[in-house]
């Protein structure tokens, strides 16, 4: 292995890194927004509505009308649309 080989061997692994402890930097950035919207949740005096909405499949379109976490999860949408594919993936609904 030549040194040029070397130092970019090394810059690449670098950059690897980097690229790793962002994507975890992203992560727990969005699992404390997730716990803040949970305490939200818990607090909500519309959780009979929510949970007939859930049970039905129609919270996507009437969410807005009575969730406090509206506003975040319009935000989250619009800033992140992966913030959906993450939802998904982790069984929360919206």
């Known amino acids: 292995m030549t ?11 670098f950059a690897d890194w980097l690229k790793y402890s962002r994507e975890l930097n992203e992560l727990y950035e969005m699992n404390r927004g997730l716990r803040d ?12 509505r929510c949970n007939e909405d859930l049970a039905a499949g129609t ?4 969410y807005q009308e009575y969730c406090p976490n509206a506003p975040t999860i319009k935000r989250l949408l619009r800033v992140d649309p992966l ?5 998904a993936a982790t069984n929360r609904k919206m």
């Open 3 to 13: 040194a040029q080989t070397a130092v970019q061997k090394l810059i690449d692994t």
């Open 37 to 48: 919207m949970e305490r939200v949740c818990a607090l909500c005096l519309h959780k009979r």
């Open 59 to 62: 919270s996507r379109e009437h």
């Open 83 to 87: 913030t959906v594919k993450f939802l």
